[in-house]
Nanobody, 115 residues
């Protein structure tokens, strides 16, 4: 079992920035791929960004150039730096740990971008 705790969400004006954090309560954090997903009301959950154990990153086209995912294995934490936020970025953001065939999810953190 892997417990993930997200933080850093909130309300921001369009063009602003937020940094989300995902802290993992596990001893093997460094070997996991960690991903951020988001889900807006009435929409499917979508992948935003992911970072593998070796640091390889992947981004949704909608956030490329604006969002940056990074990890600090010493702190068992993954960050999502979100810049130039748009109203369409408004969603609940979820952290996920991919461990073999299983995916563990955090509880989510709300991000609201006002126009």
């Amino acid at each position: 079992q892997v417990q993930l705790v997200e933080s850093g969400g909130g309300l921001v004006q369009a063009g602003g920035s937020l940094r989300l954090s995902c802290a993992a309560l596990t001893s093997a954090f460094s070997i996991y791929t960690i991903a951020w997903h988001r889900q807006a009301p009435g929409k499917q959950r979508e992948l935003v960004a992911a970072i593998a154990s070796g640091g390889f990153t992947n981004y949704a086209d909608s956030v490329k150039g604006r969002f940056t995912i990074s990890r600090d294995n010493a702190k068992n934490t993954v960050y999502l730096q979100m810049n130039s936020l748009k109203p369409e970025d408004t969603s609940v953001y979820y952290c996920a740990a991919l461990i073999g065939p299983r995916t563990y999810w955090g509880q989510g953190t709300q991000v609201t971008v006002s126009s």
